[in-house]
Nanobody
Framework: QVQLVESGGGLVQAGASLRLSCVAS????????MAWFRQAPGKERDFVAG????????NYADSVKGRFTISKDNAKNTVYLQMNSLKPEDTAVYYC??????????????WGQGTLVTVSS
């Protein structure tokens, strides 16, 4: 059973930094990638950043490039999101997601419960 637990959210002022953590348990050897998504009130859940579990390839949404950094610690089954120069529009619930491959090469997705980030102006 894959479980993801996020932490590190909070209330900060614009320009501040936060680091989110996502600790995973039950990850199979077929884990493909870990990613962060966010969902602002009344909006859809959007991709923020992702990293492949074995190769470490990273990608980011345009809105966070240069400000956010995703990293991982495979030994700790943990992925991080370092968020710098936060803006009020970064306010959202941030979710961690993992994807694992299946024998037929499709993907299964697992989500955490989310952590709230609020950036005041």
């Amino acid at each position: 059973q894959v479980q993801l637990v996020e932490s590190g959210g909070g209330l900060v002022q614009a320009g501040a930094s936060l680091r989110l953590s996502c600790v995973a348990s039950g990850l199979p050897s077929s884990t493909y990638a870990m990613a962060w998504f966010r969902q602002a009130p009344g909006k859809e859940r959007d991709f923020v950043a992702g990293v492949t579990w074995s190769g470490g390839h990273k990608n980011y949404a345009d809105s966070v490039k240069g400000r956010f950094t995703i990293s991982k610690d495979n030994a700790k089954n943990t992925v991080y999101l370092q968020m710098n120069s936060l803006k009020p529009e970064d306010t959202a619930v941030y979710y961690c997601r993992t994807s694992t491959t299946t024998p037929d090469s499709s993907l299964n997705y697992y989500w955490g419960q989310g952590t709230l980030v609020t950036v005041s102006s």
